[in-house]
């Protein structure tokens, strides 16, 4: 099993950085592929952006393609989600996601088996 704890999120203004952290209990943070969704009121939770075990491949919404990065830390057992030029529509509770069970990445909530608490982003207009 894994637990994870994100943090990072607040309330900036529209046009400015975040960059939230999810780190992961346990010794084999390596061998889960990673995870960010995201939930706003009222709203389904989304994908937000995806990375394979190792790193080597990235997978993002359409909706944050060329302002969010998700990088990976194994020897930290860190995720993070750096998110850049955040508009009033990327409000949010934020939450990281983990399994082992499949390689490479997905942006299926149903493929995630462990899941933090969340952490809220609010963006200003």
């Known amino acids: 099993q894994v637990q994870l704890v994100e943090s990072g999120g607040g309330l900036v203004q529209a046009g400015a950085s975040l960059r939230l952290s999810c780190v992961a209990s346990g010794r084999t943070f390596s061998s889960y592929a990673m995870g960010w969704f995201r939930q706003a009121p009222g709203k389904e939770r989304d994908f937000v952006a995806a990375i394979t075990k190792s790193g080597d491949f990235t997978d993002y919404a359409d909706s944050v393609k060329g302002r969010f990065t998700i990088s990976r830390d194994n020897a930290k057992n860190t995720v993070y989600l750096q998110m850049n030029s955040l508009k009033p529509e990327d409000t949010a509770v934020y939450y990281c996601?983990?399994?082992?069970?499949?390689?490479?990445?997905?942006?299926?909530?149903?493929?995630?088996?462990?899941w933090g608490q969340g952490t809220q982003v609010t963006v200003s207009s």
């Open positions: 996601a983990a399994d082992r069970r499949f390689s490479g990445s997905s942006r299926m909530l149903s493929t995630y088996n462990y």
